[in-house]
T-cell receptor, first 109, second 114 residues
Framework: DAKTTQPNSMESNEEEPVHLPCNHSTISGTDYIHWYRQLPSQGPEYVIHGLTSNVNNRMASLAIAEDRKSSTLILHRATLRDAAVYYCILISGNTPLVFGKGTRLSVIA | DSGVTQTPKHLITATGQRVTLRCSPRSGDLSVYWYQQSLDQGLQFLIQYYNGEERAKGNILERFSAQQFPDLHSELNLSSLELGDSALYFC?????????????FGQGTRLTVV
């Protein structure tokens, strides 16, 4: 029972912004929205998380819809190093990280 | 470097054997998670420990077991190994378990069963 829906794959040109969408129409009020990514041959790494307000950090921005039923991870300038699988995950209470299939992002030079 | 250390990095063993994978969490992290990632498969959550106690269980086979020791390192034991157990096994740690904490992943142990 997937709680989030993401496109299987996306493509971006290098140095252009990338908007990775995630639908979570059944989100509950206590669910935090987390994003992780997994680069080839590496373990997953944390990108960003938020609850209601938009969030920014050095890696990315997270835009959360007002009704919280969707969110968008924004990479402001994609680089070849950003090619990875990106996972949008809902976490509530003490539930562990459960990964879905994610979005495979390809970056074209 | 995430601060999570997994050993060994690679392991090759025969069917029917038993292996132990080790994870040292980041200093101060109380929660440890184990994941399995097979070729072309997603990350499957296996089990979570928090301060020595089992906190959550995922798709972990009965042939697999884990524990977290008083020094907070964790071990994943895989027994009666089958070819299908060949996979990358990741460990992650976080300060606490919960919705507002980030998890840090190790580089994984690649297990090959022949």
């Amino acid at each position: 029972d997937a709680k989030t829906t993401q496109p299987n794959s996306m493509e971006s040109n290098e140095e252009e912004p990338v908007h990775l969408p995630c639908n979570h129409s059944t989100i509950s009020g206590t669910d935090y929205i987390h994003w992780y990514r997994q680069l080839p041959s590496q373990g997953p790494e944390y990108v960003i998380h938020g609850l209601t307000s938009n969030v920014n950090n050095r890696m990315a921005s997270l835009a959360i819809a007002e009704d919280r039923k969707s969110s968008t991870l924004i990479l402001h300038r994609a680089t070849l190093r950003d090619a990875a699988v990106y996972y949008c995950i809902l976490i509530s209470g003490n539930t562990p990280l459960v990964f879905g299939k994610g979005t495979r992002l390809s970056v074209i030079a | 470097d995430s601060g999570v250390t997994q050993t060994p990095k690679h392991l090759i063993t025969a069917t029917g054997q038993r292996v132990t994978l080790r994870c040292s969490p980041r200093s101060g992290d109380l929660s440890v998670y184990w994941y399995q990632q097979s070729l072309d498969q997603g990350l499957q959550f296996l089990i979570q420990y928090y301060n020595g106690e089992e906190r959550a269980k995922g798709n972990i086979l009965e042939r697999f077991s884990a524990q977290q020791f008083p020094d907070l390192h964790s071990e994943l034991n895989l027994s009666s190994l089958e070819l299908g157990d060949s996979a990358l096994y990741f460990c992650a740690s976080s300060v606490i378990s919960g919705q507002s904490t980030e998890a840090f992943f190790g580089q994984g142990t690649r297990l090959t069963v022949v």
